[in-house]
């Protein structure tokens, strides 16, 4: 039977934290589904068709069996209808705990069939956020180290920067 896991988040924008979790993740199962989340409460800055063009760039080179698409409503009726058996999440720090516990005993009150599985992040991207990258994108401080060429060149021009703001 091919296992099948779901890794989904807003991804706003993919960073090198997500590139590993998601590598890793396409060792353990025979297929991972990258799912962005289209509707969740975070505002975004980059559009759905805006976040899959980075991810597909970035992300799925060498990994034939990671999917990308996009979701609509609860992560357990997206996982069911994808025939996914698990929930890959990254855990970052102990601050992630919390919310992340929260997260996977809901999804697992909403379906007992559902795990998740958490992957611990490598100390060198424990630090890292979307939205802490964005703030240091948007005040013109150096972001190379933490995502790829393309998502530094997508946020430069989201946030105008070198252009001169007023
Ligand atoms: N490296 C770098 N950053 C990481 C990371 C890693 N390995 N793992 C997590 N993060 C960061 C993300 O960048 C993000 O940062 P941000 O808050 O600054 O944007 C944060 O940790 C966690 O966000 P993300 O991974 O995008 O997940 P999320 O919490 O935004 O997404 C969903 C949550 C979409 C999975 C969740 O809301 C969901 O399932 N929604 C569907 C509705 C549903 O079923 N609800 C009930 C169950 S919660």
Known sequence: M?????YPGT????????????????????????AVAADNYKKTIFTV???????????????PNVELDVFNG???????????????????AVSDF?????????NRHL????????????????FISSSIIKNVAEL???IEQFVPGIVVEALRKKYKVGEGRE
């Open 111 to 126: 379906d007992q069939r559902v795990e998740t599985i958490f992957l611990m992040t490598d100390a060198e991207y424990s």
């Open 49 to 63: 068709e805006e976040r899959l063009h980075l991810i597909r760039e970035c992300c799925l080179d060498g990994l």
């Open 98 to 106: 919390e919310y992340e516990m929260q997260m996977a005993s809901i």
């Open 11 to 34: 991804f706003d924008p993919v960073t090198f934290g997500h590139m590993h979790i998601i590598k890793r993740a396409a060792r353990l199962f025979d297929k991972v589904i990258m």
């Open 140 to 142: 013109g401080g150096d």
């Open 2 to 6: 091919t296992k099948i896991a779901v």
């Open 74 to 92: 609860l992560l357990v009726d997206y996982l069911h209808k994808k025939g996914a058996v698990a929930i890959i999440r990254g855990l970052r």
